[in-house]
């Protein structure tokens, strides 16, 4: 079983036909999303719209629940809280309904799907340090959970003795091992490089790959200006940051 995993597209259409693109030539069995489709770029409708279209497992970031009426924007930055209001206005009724109809945690084949973290998934805590990290591999039932909401790509690696964190490399999984995946952001990287970020888990060969996409950033960048949402969340996609 091939597993496309992936999260944080942010309406960023560019980049994430461009992530469909590669899925063409290198075929998958189920695309499994770690939330946020909406918020910050200027295609909400468009990509939510491929989103259905790809029939996989999708799970609730906090701009989508936000954007669907779900949570409030009281801790949200002011561009993020914008970007909400403006993609209220975009949406259609179905398509909030099927955003606060998302749940945020989703187990598909024993595997484990949540934006934040399992210890508190409806808060979308950001799984930053090897702390939150034990936390959730605590309440974690299987081998392997995938998350997104930092838009920084990575694993935490649990042992025996301890848990600890690596930089996003590909890997092959290990007995005695478990493993929280963070997949990085497809439409608003923030590690650094600009393109779009994505994981490929295969089950047959026990292996996680990181892939990277360019895209149009130009085009995705003149979009959120000519929409009229804040200058930063156009400038930043260039920077990957
Ligand atoms: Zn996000």
Same mark, same amino acid.
């Given at each position: 079983?091939?597993?496309?995993?992936?999260? @944080?597209?942010?309406?960023?259409?560019?980049?994430?036909?461009?992530?469909?693109?590669?899925?063409?030539?290198?075929?998958?069995?189920?695309?499994? %999303?770690?939330?946020?489709?909406?918020?910050?770029?200027?295609?909400?409708?468009?990509?939510?719209?491929?989103?259905?279209?790809?029939?996989?497992? &999708?799970?609730?970031?906090?701009?989508?629940?936000?954007?669907?009426?779900?949570?409030?924007?009281?801790?949200?930055?002011?561009? /993020?809280?914008?970007?909400?209001?403006?993609?209220?206005?975009?949406?259609?009724?179905?398509?909030?309904? %099927?955003?606060?109809?998302?749940?945020? *945690? /989703?187990?598909?084949?024993?595997? &484990?799907?949540?934006?934040?973290?399992?210890?508190?998934?409806?808060? %979308?805590?950001?799984?930053? @340090?090897?702390?939150? /990290?034990?936390?959730?591999?605590?309440?974690?039932?299987?081998?392997?959970?995938? *998350?997104?909401?930092?838009?920084?790509?990575?694993?935490?690696?649990?042992?025996?003795?301890?848990?600890?964190?690596?930089?996003?490399?590909?890997?092959?999984?290990?007995?005695?091992?478990?493993?929280?995946?963070?997949?990085?952001?497809?439409?608003?990287?923030?590690?650094?490089?600009?393109?779009? &970020? %994505?994981?490929?888990?295969?089950?047959?060969?026990?292996?996680?790959?990181?892939?990277?996409?360019?895209?149009?950033?130009?085009? /995705?960048?003149?979009?959120?200006?000519?929409?009229?949402?804040?200058?930063?969340?156009? @400038?930043?996609?260039?920077?990957?940051?």
């Amino acid at each position: 079983m091939r597993y496309a995993v992936f999260s @944080d597209v942010h309406a960023n259409l560019e980049a994430f036909e461009a992530v469909l693109e590669i899925f063409k030539n290198a075929p998958i069995d189920k695309y499994l %999303f770690a939330g946020d489709i909406v918020g910050y770029g200027a295609n909400p409708r468009e990509c939510i719209a491929l989103l259905k279209g790809l029939n996989g497992i &999708c799970i609730a970031g906090n701009h989508d629940w936000a954007s669907a009426g779900r949570m409030s924007t009281d801790y949200f930055n002011e561009a /993020a809280r914008e970007a909400v209001v403006w993609t209220q206005k975009q949406i259609s009724e179905n398509d909030r309904l %099927f955003l606060a109809g998302l749940e945020t *945690v /989703a187990k598909p084949d024993g595997l &484990c799907l949540v934006h934040g973290t399992l210890s508190s998934p409806e808060e %979308f805590e950001y799984m930053t @340090d090897g702390y939150k /990290a034990a936390n959730s591999f605590s309440l974690l039932e299987g081998t392997i959970c995938f *998350v997104g909401h930092t838009h920084k790509p990575g694993v935490f690696i649990e042992t025996d003795e301890r848990v600890f964190y690596r930089q996003a490399q590909d890997f092959s999984l290990e007995p005695a091992k478990r493993y929280i995946v963070n997949v990085g952001s497809v439409g608003q990287p923030r590690d650094g490089d600009p393109k779009a &970020c %994505f994981c490929v888990y295969d089950t047959t060969r026990e292996r996680v790959e990181f892939r990277r996409a360019s895209y149009d950033v130009a085009t /995705a960048q003149r979009k959120i200006r000519e929409a009229g949402l804040p200058r930063i969340l156009s @400038d930043r996609l260039a920077l990957g940051s």
